[in-house]
């Protein structure tokens, strides 16, 4: 008999097991990093779930989760079988014999790579798993199907699965047009004329720009990058160069202070100025 799943992004997801707990459903739960050499990052990991179609967790999900958040699987596999093979892709070799964490469980990663492999190897890597229900890039249910199922793999601490250059650069791509979505949405949310008036490709395009300011003066990682977005909204394209302020290039030069630091001063500035702004004139 087919069975559902759903596999849940625990890091995504905020207070997932207590949303867990209050359907019923945390009993069943299997945390994918148990058992592997990444045991200690268990509980911020994917967790495989039992899934009846129709049912409350199954509405949470498609109405929560199923855009970023986690894949639904169906398998006739037992579930052992499915939660053996879910975790021998957890890790995935490079070039160079470099291992990496794959983080396949993003279905906007699982779309990219599953939709670009040809049948036979998309087999392979599907293993015991019948279909995968993803979003397309429109937001519409995308089903990926394996019509020859296979027994599936173990988790090894070197890993059976192998990524090419050309993939890994394919998903990178991917991640960079997630975070700049995310960017976008941020902007839209915080800063809406910053973006006004710009179709889809031309705020694509302010949001790689923006990663690419923020990546010159030394911030790269997305908590930095979404905090540079408030600077750079406001203050424009040529930021931190003319006609911006002197005092806000004369932090970014200020010696003795970490990166960090300096992006809070820098905030704070843009704070003081904005409230200056709207100070009644005497």
């Known amino acids: 008999m087919r069975r559902a799943y759903l596999l849940l992004d625990s890091a995504l997801i905020e207070n997932l097991p207590r949303h867990l707990l209050s359907l019923g459903q945390f009993m069943p739960c299997h945390p994918l990093y148990l058992t592997t050499d990444y045991a ?28 970023q958040a986690g894949l639904w699987l169906e398998t006739e596999a037992p579930e ?23 983080r396949y469980h993003d279905p906007r990663i699982a779309r990219v790579w599953l939709q670009d492999l040809a049948p036979a190897e998309r087999g392979r890597v599907m293993g015991p798993i019948q279909s995968i229900r993803l979003p397309a890039e429109d937001g519409s249910e995308l089903s990926i199907i394996n019509t020859d199922p296979m027994p599936g793999q173990r988790y090894a601490p070197i890993p059976w699965l192998r990524l090419s250059a050309a993939q890994l650069e394919h998903l990178s791509a991917a991640r960079y047009r997630q975070f700049d979505q995310h960017l976008i949405e941020h902007c839209q949310r915080y800063f809406p004329n910053a973006l006004k008036g710009l179709d889809s490709p031309a705020q694509y395009a302010w949001a790689k720009a923006c990663r690419d300011s923020a990546k010159r003066h030394g911030y790269s990682t997305k908590d930095e990058i979404t905090r540079w977005v408030s600077l750079y909204a406001l203050l424009g394209a040529h930021f931190p160069d003319e006609p911006v302020p002197q005092a806000y290039r004369k932090i970014l030069a200020t010696r003795g202070r970490s990166p960090a630091q300096r992006l809070d001063d ?15 004139h005497t």
């Not at 990052?41 to 929560?64: E, H, I, K």
């Not at 052992?80 to 021998?88: A, G, Y």
Request: glycine residues 4%.
């Open 40 to 67: 200690e990052l268990a509980d911020c990991g994917p967790l495989l779930v039992p899934v009846v179609p129709d049912s409350p967790l199954a509405q949470l999900f498609n109405a929560q989760w199923r855009l």
């Open 80 to 102: 052992p079988v499915l939660l053996d093979h879910l975790r021998s892709l957890v890790h995935a070799s490079l070039d160079g014999d470099v291992t990496t964490f794959f």
């Open 266 to 280: 820098l905030i704070d500035e843009l704070t003081l100025q904005w409230v200056r702004r709207l100070e009644p």
